[in-house]
């Protein structure tokens, strides 16, 4: 394997800036083709050519109105039987349980983890709504919890739908919803707030992270709040919300300058009041679909309408999809792709089979994103920090083993030596130290760090574990296989060379960065494309 030159990084970074697409047509004219493209990659996974030509004769309003009207509440895959077992949450308790017990629950968890990632990959995969599961993921990076914490997968499954059926509804219902949410009680640690000791960080990361955004409250504002959430509690074998009145401080609170008996509810109500939170909420959209750079006064005028529809969120990226910016050549390429975007990207675009998810959801994680575990209360930082020399060279070998050769992939060559050793240092999502007398018993994560550990029983089960590893990802990747003839077939032309431009237009939100050949076979011609660092872009 070729090392990753020295000025990769460097020529993707100058690739960011760099957009050869054209201006922005009138909100009224149809999108074309360049424009469907963009609108598709922005707010799914890949594209096909067919996706796109769909799409390209709407007008800008059309084309968003069709993308929110197929927008999805419930998954179309079937979750793992796992995640929806209804037999009691026992976790096990460090006075009674043996080191045996311990360990088999983790290596439990850990399967069951892994199982669901598989099973959220493959929706992505399978939906027909792929900005559904692109609002999920994004709901999943706001309010952050993750299965290292939680421990629970049954409990991350839940919140994973709770995301899904609001990730383009109510954003006031949902913030309530989560609030109320049992992995997020754990992971914030709402389940140790207590009259007479209350925990700050639910309140905290509420005003921090999920509303107004850093500077916009004080510290007596986070206390009193804090007050405010206690009782708020799980019943601990069905791992479900309750309130537990008898550790709820019923007295007064002072929030914003506001007084009164309040609730959690009636805390979240004061957070919704306030004009800062849509503008947060307008500015993170902003940012996942526009560009890194938020242009205020637009941020203004939707997080005013956004505000107006008492926070619809659709309406809120109905206006982020449709406003000039989203279009104009100048905000084209200056996203780099998620890793989850660029696996399941790639996978759709090129219409590649499936048969097990798995190994695709340990690639992401090779590459930094290693879903629902996010590295901290703050989640993944995303841009331009998603590329290193490290996750690079894990993109590169991921689709360079794709291309390699028009036949089944070796399974156990696909297998990189930087996507096995991330994958076995990230993929796991349980931490080794079980001793919880309750759900939750453990520590507030860090935010710098927040680093699942390997459980295991020493050397030998840690072999064991990552030869199961490689086994599942031999039994996915052999699965694939990609016909770089019949794709390229499928665009129009009458030669070689016009198919090979129609096909640049579908993979590349820029200009390619390297001039391609366009009179190499057909591998070797997809190769290039998926090996520019144009492609890494949308």
Known sequence: MDPVPRNAVAVLAAALVLAAMPAAAAPNAVLGYDDARHLLVRTGFGPTDAEVRAYAPLTREAAVDRLL???????????????????????PRPDTATQAERMAFVRQQTREGLELRAWWVQEMLATPSPLTERMTL????????????????????????????????????????????????VYLDGVQNRKGAPNENFAREAMELFTLGEGHYSEQDVKEAARAFTGWSLERDAGRFVVRPFLHDDGVKTVFGKSGRYDGDAVLDLLLARPETALHVTEKLWREFISPDPDPSEVRR???????????????????????????????????????????GTLRVFG???????????????????????????????????????????????????????????????????AMTAAAATTLPVAADTGGA?????????????????????????????????????????????????????????????????????????????????????????????????????
Do not use: C
């Open 69 to 91: 009207r197929e927008v999805r509440t419930v998954a179309l895959t079937a979750p793992p039987a796992t995640a929806t077992d209804t037999a009691p949450l026992r976790p």
């Open 138 to 185: 994004f709901w999943h990076n706001h309010f952050v919890s993750g299965q290292p914490k939680v421990r629970i997968s049954r409990l991350m499954y839940r919140q994973n739908v709770t995301l899904r059926a609001y990730a383009l509804g109510n954003f006031a219902t949902l913030l309530h919803a989560i609030a109320k949410d049992p992995a997020m009680l």
């Open 302 to 344: 939707i997080a005013t309408r956004f505000r107006a529809s008492n926070y619809e969120i659709a309406a809120a990226l109905r206006e982020i999809l449709l406003a000039d910016a989203f279009y104009t050549s100048t905000n084209r390429g200056v996203l780099v792709k998620s890793p989850v975007e660029f696996v399941v």
């Open 352 to 418: 590649l089979r499936v048969e097990h998810a798995l190994p695709f959801a340990i690639a992401a994680a090779g590459m930094g994103q290693n879903l629902l575990s996010p590295p901290n209360v703050k989640g993944w930082p995303g841009g331009e920090a998603w590329i290193n020399t490290t996750t690079l060279l894990a993109r590169k070998q991921f689709v360079e083993r794709l291309t390699r050769a028009d036949e089944m992939m070796s399974p156990v060559a696909m297998m990189t030596p930087v």
């Open 438 to 538: 309750r759900v939750g018993a453990q520590a507030m994560p860090d935010r710098a760090s927040n680093r699942a550990a390997a459980p295991g029983n020493g050397v030998d089960d840690e072999k064991a574990r990552q030869q199961r590893l490689r086994r599942e990802m031999e039994r996915g990747l052999a699965s694939v296989h990609l016909d770089s003839a019949r794709w390229l077939a499928q665009f129009p032309g009458t030669t070689p060379g016009e198919r090979a431009r129609e096909a640049q237009r579908l993979l590349l939100a820029t200009a390619p960065q390297q001039t391609a050949d366009l009179d190499v076979d057909s591998l070797a011609l997809v190769r290039g494309f998926v090996l520019d660092a144009a492609y890494q872009l949308k």
